[in-house]
C-alpha cells in the first residue's frame, strides 16, 4: 500500500472517529482540542488563499478559523494535524499522484 493510500485510510478512520462511528478508545489516536491553524500556515509559507486552495479548504473557513470567530471540528483538525506533518504527501494524494 502506498503512502497516499495510507493517508486516504487514516483519514477515513479519523473522520469515522470524530464522527462517532469508531470508538476512539479502539485506536491510539489523539486529537487535538485545538490546532493552531496560523502556525501551520506560516511554518509552510503560504498566504491563506493558496493554503485554502492547497488543501481544498474554504478560504472564508480558514479566516474564521485564524481569526478564532470558529474552532475547526475534529475531523478538521486531524486533516491539519496531517497537513502539518506530510503536506507534500495530501498535495499528491488530492492530486491524484501515487506516492510511493
Not at 59 to 69: A, D, I, S
Not at 70 to 97: C, D, F, H, M, W
Amino acid at each position: 500500500m502506498s503512502n497516499g493510500s495510507r493517508i486516504i485510510e487514516s483519514m477515513k478512520e479519523a473522520v469515522a472517529i470524530a464522527r462517532g462511528e469508531i470508538p476512539a478508545e479502539s485506536y491510539n489516536v489523539h486529537i487535538p482540542e485545538r490546532v493552531d491553524v496560523a502556525s501551520i500556515r506560516r511554518q509552510l509559507g503560504l498566504t491563506q488563499a493558496s493554503f485554502a486552495a492547497s488543501f481544498g479548504l474554504s478560504l472564508y473557513t480558514l479566516r474564521n478559523w485564524e481569526q478564532g470567530k470558529r474552532q475547526p471540528e475534529p475531523a478538521a483538525r486531524a486533516y491539519l494535524k496531517v497537513i502539518e506533518k506530510a503536506p507534500e504527501t495530501v498535495r499528491s494524494v488530492l492530486a491524484g499522484i501515487a506516492t510511493e
